[in-house]
């Protein structure tokens, strides 16, 4: 009877124990700090800021205690228990395949120029099944495309360049803040959905935060990148700053319980408070784009 008793505290504990050890590990990973003077010095060649942020953004993931955590066991994976950060790395997976789509399409392309090689398999890699965990291994894929990254980083670092500069034309860079402006608007309508199911709720609320996550951490590369037309342009600034302000607030929240209160509930509405974040970031890429445009 006692070791009974002994193996039912001990479930308790670890049911306890294990939810809060997930929670402040996960908020520690989460908060990401980017040394740009170390990535990007002064100086560097355009598509350098931008072309190692994507990089470490999934590195960094990869690399975290967990690892990769969309295609682990089931009680680890996006559906079951510890499924918080497996939904938050899928957003931030949404975030960066367009990102990088965007970048080896447009930023580092007009016309009829050919694309850089390096960001083509970038892209392809990234798009590989997050899920899968052999033949091929998610975590194989992604880490792959970070090489090719870095590979495209360095080739900006050659004399002369063997990958293609970011060109800095505003018209492409639009392009970049209209797919951001697509997936913050669905990301909305995800959250305001009233048929929500319950289990469901946490899911949307961080896959939302792993897209705030990337386009937060993005915005600083995009600085550095256009500091050019940015300067020209002291409205420009502001405004970027104006967006990413929100937009890490959306990639920080992180509660030890999504509730899902009512209007006149005593319980908090968490993904209403999110969507106000991702609502205001989206009003400030709106009002950046009508800058770009004119």
């Keep these: ?6 193996i039912v ?24 700090e980017i040394s740009w003077t170390e990535i990007a010095p002064a100086g560097s060649v355009p598509g ?59 930023l580092t392309k007009i016309s009829s120029d050919e694309f850089d090689q390096n960001l083509v398999e970038a892209d392809n890699l990234l798009r590989n099944d997050p899920e899968k965990w052999m033949f091929p291994a998610a975590e194989d894929r992604y880490g792959k495309a970070v090489e090719r990254l870095q590979a495209y980083v360095s080739g900006l670092k050659t004399e002369p360049p063997t990958s293609k500069p970011i060109n800095a034309r505003n018209v492409e860079l639009m392009r970049l803040i209209q797919i951001w402006n697509d997936l913050l608007g669905a ?7 009233d048929d929500l199911a319950w289990l469901r709720i946490d899911d949307v609320f961080y896959h939302t935060s792993g897209l705030c996550h990337v386009m937060a951490h993005m915005i ?13 342009r002291e409205i420009l600034g502001t405004l970027f700053d104006d967006a990413r302000a929100p937009l890490e607030r959306c990639a920080l929240i992180k509660p030890i319980i999504v509730l899902n209160g009512g209007d006149t509930s005593f319980l908090a509405n968490q993904r209403r408070n999110l969507d106000a974040y991702v609502t205001e970031a989206r009003q400030k890429f709106y009002s950046i784009r009508e800058e770009l445009d004119k």
Excluded at 1 to 6: A, E, G, K, T
Excluded at 9 to 18: A, H, I, N, S
Excluded at 70 to 92: F, S
Excluded at 187 to 193: G, Y
């Design 48 to 106: 350098v800021a931008f072309g190692s942020a994507a990089a470490l953004l999934m590195q960094t993931e990869l690399d975290g205690t967990t690892g990769w955590r969309p295609n682990d066991l089931i009680v680890w994976g996006p559906t079951v228990m510890a499924d918080n950060n497996a939904n938050r790395q899928l957003g931030i997976l949404q975030g960066l395949r367009e990102t990088v789509r965007v970048f080896k399409d447009h």
């Design 187 to 193: 990301a909305h309508a995800d959250l305001l959905r």
């Design 220 to 232: 600083p590369a995009i600085e550095i990148e256009y500091a050019r037309e940015i300067q020209a």
């Design 9 to 32: 505290v001990l479930l308790l504990l670890l049911l306890v124990v294990t939810p809060v050890v997930l929670h402040f590990g996960q908020k520690q990973h989460n908060d990401l």
């Design 1 to 6: 009877m006692q070791r009974l008793i002994s």
